[in-house]
């Protein structure tokens, strides 16, 4: 078979294969698109595609990117996705991996952005946490880490931002002095919280509240 029947066959292959109705020519001969997951069928479509995961799905597909991740990075994973592609976040800014922006964001070396914003983030839950996190298990810093990510460790707004939640100083303390009553405290604090609240009523199935219980399990052995 000459050279040219071979690329007019691979051609024609490209042409009419397609993964859920877009073609192989769509995603070889744009490899650069920027995916906008404000829009449902974007997400949908990297997610058949195999570029964008969330939960276990997410820790396979980072996985095959990062290679082996301890059990700290596969909750951050599980619980914030995974993304091959880029894509606009909820404020218009490019964004791959897991969550990554900014100096972390690198479309051709993911793995190297990934491993600078969690060392970054382990340095904030440090001055925050203090001992307390450097002494925890990796499924427990992974837990912090997941609520330090979302920003359930600081009041986002308010006269407040910027302050630490009550419960961060509680549980710091109920740790140390390994105290039971006082991490019940903790847990309470932990779950007065507006947010919470709502979502218990308006959203109970919802990922956000999902993800919030299992910090909870791990961190307090509890949830609501």
Sequence with gaps: MSIRKKVLILTLTLTTLSINGVTMAQIVNNPQRVYDFNKEADRTEAMNLGFYGTGPD???????????????????????????????????????????TGDYYD?????????????????????EFGDIFKSSAPLQQGAILSLLYRGDTRHRKGSKKGELYKWVGKYKDARTSNDPAKLDNAFEEFWDNKEYKDLMVDNPNSGVLTRIRENSEILFGKTK
């Design 58 to 100: 997410a820790i396979t597909l980072a996985k095959s990117t990062l290679g082996d991740l301890n059990p700290m990075e596969e909750l951050l994973i599980k619980h914030e996705g995974f993304t091959t592609v880029p894509y606009l976040d909820t404020k218009k800014i490019k964004t791959i991996g897991v969550g990554q």
């Design 107 to 127: 479309p051709i070396d993911i793995k190297t952005g990934f491993k600078k914003a969690v060392a970054d983030k382990m340095e904030a839950a440090g001055n």
